[in-house]
């Protein structure tokens, strides 16, 4: 018998069931409130880490599954329940992702339980890379890192925007320029602890959709850290630009090596978003009457919702290849993880505009669901690396080629 299998094994199956159950019985019913609201979720971050969902030991348990799926089937049920609610409660995934993509075990250990916090105390991470003139360039980065070996001191100063818990988490993982220079290649991850000085909330972002997810500005100015803040350590940072200097390759860098890791996951939301459309339009379809007969005997809704069915699963496919490459550190020789991410966040806009048009008014009022879905998905075209960055990266791994 071979081997392969496209199964879930018992444990995802019941931790996919139990995400479900959470996402259908305590997101969804709040969803709406706070995307009207624009507030972050206290009260259901507090439940999911009562219940064990928010928590380090459960996204141990989710990097040490040895298929490397998990991560991906919780953030696909819990953008299922809604998404801006899903970034809330594991948008502090990112800052973890930028800790152990790029810091030392001992530093994984100290500071990834941290961006949790406790049962009873729930805390917040942000992971900041963007700033207002570097977005998808992330060699233009100007916040920079100096440092003062006599004190064995880092000062950090510079804005960074569009940061997931920006200001109001309690660890902040930041890409500072250590070499400018060098480029990318003169950047690396720093962790800024709770109350340190210097950092502070700048704007708080009004947006048109995840809107239960906080994004703000974060300020750095004179931020001062110990050395052993530098994720990775001096030694290793001493190498590795040394290695730029002489024009070699060295380990990925600060900013990509995180978003690398990320890409499944962040492609497994917009799948979660696209299969909630989805259902919902086709359950309408069946039971809304028209000239006689269900919409869905109508081949022009019928087959609308046969390509929702066959672009999400075809979605699912390629989130499952890229996990299952990132979770056996399998190289993304052709950009797969890029693949995952561009497919699947195109699928959800795709899917949730179709949506709406098998439902037609009803679909486009504040009181339906698939209104907020639509307005959600927009932002997996765009951030985590827009779809244009995504085929950049996929037509430079396929062709070996620098193309700009």
């Keep these: 018998m071979s ?32 995307d009207e609201r624009e507030e972050t979720p206290w009260p259901v971050i507090e439940e999911a880490a009562k219940v064990g969902l928010y928590s380090f030991d459960f996204i141990a348990n989710c990097y040490q599954d040895k298929t490397g799926l998990m991560l991906a089937l919780v953030n696909e049920e819990l953008s299922w329940g809604d998404a801006g609610i899903a970034l809330s409660i594991f948008g502090s995934t990112l800052a973890v992702a930028g800790i152990v993509a790029n810091g030392t075990p001992e530093q994984v250990a100290e500071w990834v339980p941290q961006c949790f916090g406790t049962v009873t105390k729930p805390k917040l991470a942000a992971f900041a ?45 930041v890409v500072a320029t250590v070499d400018p220079s060098l480029g990318a290649r003169g950047q690396a991850s720093f962790v800024i602890p709770p109350n340190t000085p210097g950092l502070a909330m700048g704007q708080k972002f009004k947006k048109m959709g995840i809107r239960a997810s906080h994004t703000a500005e974060v300020i750095l100015n004179d ?48 799948v979660g978003i696209a299969r909630a459309a989805y259902e919902y339009s086709l359950e309408y379809a069946k039971h809304r009457k028209q000239f006689g ?49 561009a497919f699947a966040g195109e699928t959800a806009v795709w899917v949730t505009d179709n949506a709406i048009q098998i439902l037609g008014g009803y679909g486009y009022v504040r009181e339906c669901p698939l209104e907020r879905w639509h307005r959600d998905a927009k932002i997996y075209t765009i951030f985590e690396g827009t779809s244009e960055i995504q085929r950049l990266i996929i037509a430079r791994a396929i062709s070996g080629m620098r193309i700009n």
């Design 3 to 34: 081997d392969f299998s496209l199964s879930l094994n018992e444990d995802q199956t019941s931790i996919k069931k139990w995400v479900h159950d959470f996402a259908e019985t305590v997101v969804r019913p709040v969803a709406h409130e706070y």
């Design 293 to 341: 007969k269900a919409i869905i005997e109508n081949q022009a809704i019928s087959f609308k919702l046969a390509d929702m069915a066959m672009r999400i699963d075809a979605a699912r496919l390629l989130v499952h290849r890229a996990a299952w490459m990132a979770g056996n550190h399998v190289p993304f020789g052709a950009g797969e993880g890029s693949m995952s991410k």
């Design 129 to 173: 890379v963007t700033e207002p003139d570097a977005g998808s360039d992330v060699s233009s980065l100007r916040t920079l890192a100096t440092y003062d070996q006599a004190t064995d001191t880092w000062t950090i100063n510079g804005t960074k925007t569009w940061i997931t818990n920006g200001g109001i988490a309690d660890i902040h993982v």
């Design 223 to 270: 931020v001062k850290i110990s050395g052993n803040m530098l994720l990775g350590g001096k030694d290793r940072l001493d190498e590795r630009l040394a290695l730029a200097k002489e024009g070699k390759r060295a380990s990925s860098q600060a900013a990509m090596a995180t978003f690398e890791a990320s890409r499944p996951t962040v492609a497994a939301q917009a």
